[in-house]
């Protein structure tokens, strides 16, 4: 549960990036793209990766730092350069929200006929059930098996990851009033890694990889193979050390190189898929043992890479201690609204 101090920062928070994105819409629209922008723009990108700073819950500096330390600090490079999501002549809130949420505005051509963002009614009430079971079983990890607990921090990061992006894609709808495209599209039915990582998982990702590091890359490299595998090495880099990022928020310690070696080593494999690929007379398994090959795959790594550095320093304590404080907050809260609700009808019988 949110403590009264991370309550006043996230009130102080929002208003410092409500400004500071007026700012940057301000400075835009006067200035073309070029040195001059990123000179206006330097101060924003000194800051804005320290904002997330200003919690004491880890929750909230983990997604503070994934949306400003990371999303935003890309979004106001690709402006600074004339491209990117931003778009200046956007009215003031819909600016502010695509470029401090994780969100993207769904092209006019692709609106038709395409799946809605955001979770629908059924998933809006399984996920939270789900992941309320799973935050419950956690006071008895300590008589499970090893890999049952991995694979339940592994459920727990995606349904909480999917889950808080769909808040945040909720709540820039309610300010937009415009379409947005999904986040997630059932990353547990990719086949590769570059469906998963690149169709599938957190698309606001490799959407912005893309523009940012992939093409400029392909582009300086040059056309063919060596220019397409040079630029997914590189966002799969970038990736890995914007990972190192985003798991200081949550620990507070120095980086370990780990995040950044498991995106090293997925983007060497995601190039040997292409190379794969390109041969057509090549056997293929069948879809369902790809699917299955490649998130065992995904899960390994994982749990070699990613999982040490948040248990090696107690973090995942923390993090099962403010999920297990929200989900007590909520069960309370439901069984207040309850009690409300009976006691308004039996007033009125």
Not at 188 to 200: I, Q, T, V
Not at 224 to 237: K, S
């Amino acid at each position: 549960m949110m403590a009264g101090g991370d309550l006043r920062s996230l009130l102080a928070v929002v208003a410092a990036v409500a400004a500071a994105m007026s700012y940057v819409r301000f400075v835009a629209r006067r200035l073309r793209p070029g040195l001059p922008r990123l000179a206006a723009f330097v101060p924003l990108l000194a800051v804005l990766p320290v904002i997330p700073l200003a919690f004491r819950a880890l929750h909230l500096r983990v997604t503070s730092g994934f949306f400003l330390g990371w999303l935003a600090e890309f979004k106001l490079l690709l402006l600074a350069s004339g491209h990117g999501p931003l778009d200046t002549s956007l009215p003031l809130p819909a600016f502010v929200a695509i470029a401090s949420l994780p969100v993207r505005r769904r092209a006019q051509r692709d609106s038709e006929n395409a799946p809605r963002p955001g979770l629908g009614l059924v998933t809006s009430a399984v996920m939270p059930a789900l992941l309320a079971t799973i935050v419950s079983v956690y006071p008895h990890k300590e008589r499970m098996n090893e890999y049952v607990l991995l694979m339940l921090y592994s459920l727990h990061v995606y349904l909480a990851l999917e889950l808080v992006l769909a808040f945040a894609a909720a709540a820039a709808r309610a300010v937009m009033g415009m379409d947005l495209e999904p986040q997630f599209d059932r990353p547990y039915l990719s086949a590769s890694l570059r469906e998963f990582w690149g169709r599938r998982w957190n698309l606001s990702v490799p959407a912005l990889l893309r523009q940012c590091v992939s093409r400029p890359v392909r582009a300086r490299v040059g056309g063919g193979v060596a220019g397409v595998a040079a630029g997914v090495l590189a966002a799969f880099l970038v990736s890995g050390i914007m990972h190192e990022a985003v798991i200081y928020y949550a620990t507070l310690r120095p980086p370990t190189g780990e995040p950044t070696a498991f995106f090293a080593l997925h983007g060497a494999c995601a190039v040997a898929e292409g190379w794969f690929a390109a041969h057509k007379g090549w056997p293929r398994p069948p879809r369902a043992v790809a699917t299955a090959l490649t998130l065992a795959f995904i899960l390994a790594t994982g749990f070699w890479l990613i999982v040490p550095p948040i248990t090696r320093t107690g973090t995942d304590r923390v993090v099962i201690a403010e999920s297990e404080a929200m989900v007590a907050f909520v069960r309370d809260a439901g069984s207040w609204a309850a009690a409300s609700v009976r006691s308004a009808l039996t007033g009125h019988s």
